[in-house]
């Protein structure tokens, strides 16, 4: 057993080799932030009183742009509370976001948890800066930081259901300046700049104790407007999977199931409205001046993806866990579209103050 479990640690390592090595493809401006989102139980579950549940995991979601000949996208200038409409073709673009996160669950109770997520991001774009064309750009620092208060309502041996209420603080620089002079636009930045509200429910069950269990998960976030007059769209997800254990002999291997969907409405900002137009005249030109709250075009998305992985049971030390998530269907209207993402991370839990 313990050579199978050796191979296998040593193919998690070598996927995520080939992922860090792949090089970036890219999310990119106007589209709104996107980034793998899976389940993973030890960070949606509630530690007992008393224990310390560390997660470190490394997210890689690239972007791609739709197929066909694609289509202008606007320029969202935060800065100058402009927006430009056809500024850019959708195929000049390209985004890669990597993301670290340190995530901690503390048991308060038996029943009441506090969970703190600490997301170190890292942004590599062929980006819409509002030239003629794409101009390369990248950034890399603190993310907004999540705090939640999590209760466990159904406290049973084979069943749980969490109800938590999330805050989303900007602790993420929002004002980044690119080569260009001007800001980044705000979904390339490495953080909101404003708060976030975000209630969310986890239930679990063992169907089979010990080998196989289902789980459920949603949750929904709100985003206030940031000082700029940006306001990121309000944001649905549903998640659901199964976790079994393929064989009696082999507990330290865990086969991961899960289907993930999100949607996201069209983000909007204060601004004045432009449309860029073509060559030979290469500029924008006004269409309305009023300073007003305007939807973003080509903002917004529906996701739904397949993501299967494993997770290992190290000698009883920690876990380690790789999971793949792979695009159904997706509608991105019309601008760059989340492509085949990874997560790869370690879970450990340490007696912090004595419990039950």
């Not at 709100?222 to 976790?243: A, I, K, V």
């Amino acid at each position: 057993m313990t050579s199978c479990l050796q191979k296998c640690a040593l193919l998690l390592v070598n996927l995520h080799l080939m992922v860090i090595m792949s090089g970036p493809l890219t999310v990119e401006a106007s589209c709104g932030s996107v980034s793998c989102f899976v389940v993973i139980g030890s960070q949606q579950q509630i530690s007992p009183k008393g224990l310390l549940t560390v997660n470190l995991f490394f997210n890689y979601t690239p972007s791609e742009a739709p197929p066909g000949q694609g289509g202008g996208i606007p320029f969202a200038n935060q800065e100058l509370k402009t927006l430009t409409l056809a500024n850019i073709d959708v195929q000049q673009i390209r985004t890669l976001v990597r993301t670290a996160t340190l995530d901690l669950n503390y048991g308060l109770t038996e029943r009441l948890g506090l969970e703190v997520a600490l997301p170190y991001k890292m942004v590599n774009a062929d980006a819409n800066l509002g030239q003629v064309s794409s101009v390369p750009y990248s950034d890399k620092g603190l993310g907004d930081t999540l705090v939640k208060l999590k209760y466990n309502v159904l406290p049973t041996l084979r069943s749980m259901l969490v109800f938590d209420f999330g805050v989303s603080i900007p602790t993420g620089d929002y004002q980044q300046r690119a080569t260009t002079g001007n800001y980044a636009e705000s979904t390339l930045q490495l953080g909101k700049g404003a708060v976030g509200l975000i209630p969310s429910f986890y239930q679990t069950y063992e169907i089979i104790p010990h080998r196989l269990n289902q789980y459920l998960q949603g949750s929904y976030r709100h985003t206030f407007r940031n000082p700029d007059g940006y306001q990121f769209g309000d944001e649905w997800s549903l998640n659901g999977g199964f976790n079994v254990i393929p064989f009696q002999a082999t507990s330290w291997l865990v086969l991961i199931q899960q289907m993930n969907y999100r949607y996201t409405v069209h983000d909007s900002m204060e601004a004045s409205l432009f449309v860029f137009a073509p060559a030979p005249i290469n500029r924008p030109i006004l269409l309305d001046s009023r300073i007003t709250n305007r939807p973003v075009p080509t903002t917004g998305s529906t996701f739904l993806a397949y993501s299967p992985g494993i997770m290992l049971n190290l000698w009883d030390f920690a876990q380690a866990y790789f999971i793949a998530q792979i695009p159904v269907a997706r509608d991105f209207n019309g601008n760059l579209e989340q492509g085949q993402s990874y997560v790869f991370g370690f879970t450990k839990s340490f007696q912090v103050f004595s419990g039950s």
